[in-house]
């Protein structure tokens, strides 16, 4: 077996064990308030197409491998290998979905930490994030305002006339 068939292999396994990830995070979701139109309108986007993940390691513009994928009964399942005629293209890192992998639970239980953008920029929804980093939890940096001129008056008029 070459080394390029491993990659497809290896690529298709790790496909396969990402798709399930996002797929357990939806079904657990699916009747949420917050997760409903999302689910709802990618149904209807993905139903009948055939989608190519473009994974990469590194740089984005070196992909790695090709995996089409399709939805079928609201699940997204690798396609068979002859089915190789996708609608359009999407990219997916190999070390962002490597560590989704490493923690399923987390992501299951916690589907805004999954990077839906893949599915997002195909919606016409504006992607919220670039390239996959960690979130910055720090709070913001605290500004200081110029005093007043002249001091605050914080009462209000009385509406007195005297």
């Not at 990077?115 to 913001?140: C, F, L, Q, Y």
Request: glycine share 4%; proline share 9%; net charge negative.
């Amino acid at each position: 077996m070459s080394t390029e068939a491993t990659k497809v292999k290896s690529g298709l396994e790790l496909v396969r064990d990402y798709l399930n990830v996002c797929n357990a995070a939806a079904e657990e979701h699916r009747h949420s308030l917050v997760y409903r139109p999302i689910i709802a309108a990618y149904d209807s986007l993905f139903a009948d197409r055939a989608v190519g993940i473009d994974i990469y390691d590194s740089d984005p513009d070196e992909v790695e491998t090709t995996i089409t994928i399709r939805l079928v009964n609201g699940e997204f399942v690798p396609a068979p290998q002859a089915d190789v005629h996708p609608s359009f293209h999407l990219k997916l890192g190999r070390p962002y979905m490597e560590d989704v992998v490493a923690h399923r639970d987390e992501y299951v239980h916690h589907p805004e930490k999954l990077d839906w953008d893949w599915i997002k920029s195909r919606m016409g929804i504006e992607p919220h994030h670039g390239a996959t980093v960690s979130a910055n939890m720090r709070p913001p940096k605290k500004q200081r305002y110029d005093p007043p001129a002249q001091g605050a008056n914080m009462r209000p008029p009385s509406g007195r006339t005297e």
